[in-house]
């Protein structure tokens, strides 16, 4: 039995030049309009599509672009692509690792990027729709701070300046404030007031 392997045409580009010609010839005999040009910009963007439907799909697109062409040149209007240019869903993110490391970090860019928007556990919580202590253990345990702000020993301490912070346990929703002075004004020198460990459970102050 004799079996033929047809690659795809996405692997085989070198020869898309002849069946341009050819798709262009025979849309112009059917519609009945003198063979037009392609534009080298048009060449181009035929060339650099990843053509899922193949050769039947270049066949129908140049069909088209032959029918809205005025001037006897197919431009690069002309070639109507249904996701070219368009940016893939998980762009540059990385897929390296396993499921659990794939969520990880995809859930932490979601955290890092809103939390800017939303200042709060609660706010952020409500945005997406989970319990504000949900958030609040998600933001200590991928030690995502905004500047001042770090997580010591199970606390969530945020600093303002000319030692004054104020602090809470992670998850909970009433702040206490406290004036350190200026010499408690980092992790280390904080913990033996809040009767915690000096070095950070997660993360650390940016």
């Not at 033929?4 to 050819?22: K, S, T």
């Not at 969530?156 to 992670?170: A, L």
């Amino acid at each position: 039995m004799l079996s033929l392997h047809i690659p795809p045409l996405r692997e085989c580009l070198d020869g898309l030049a002849p069946l341009v010609e050819h798709f262009l010839d025979q849309a112009s005999r059917q519609i009945g309009c003198p063979l037009p040009t392609l534009a080298p910009a048009a060449m181009d963007r035929l060339a650099h599509y990843h053509w899922p439907g193949n050769v039947r799909q270049l066949e129908n697109v140049l069909f088209q672009a032959v029918s809205l062409c005025e001037g006897g040149v197919v431009k690069v209007e002309h070639i109507r692509l249904p996701d070219y240019g368009v940016r893939q869903p998980l762009g540059d993110f990385s897929l390296e690792g396993g499921l659990e490391a794939i969520v990880g970090r995809f859930e932490k860019a979601v955290l890092e990027a809103l939390y800017v928007e939303h200042s709060s556990s609660r706010q952020l919580g409500k945005r997406l729709g989970v319990s504000h202590t949900t958030i609040a253990n998600k933001l200590r345990d991928y030690g995502v701070v905004k500047g001042g702000e770090w997580f010591l020993g199970g606390v969530h301490i945020r600093f303002s300046g000319h030692g004054d912070w104020r602090f809470r346990p992670c998850g909970g929703s009433l702040w206490k404030s406290r004036n350190a002075g200026p010499a408690q004004s980092n992790q280390r020198a904080l913990a033996p007031t809040l009767g915690t460990s000096p070095k950070p459970a997660f993360g650390q102050r940016v």
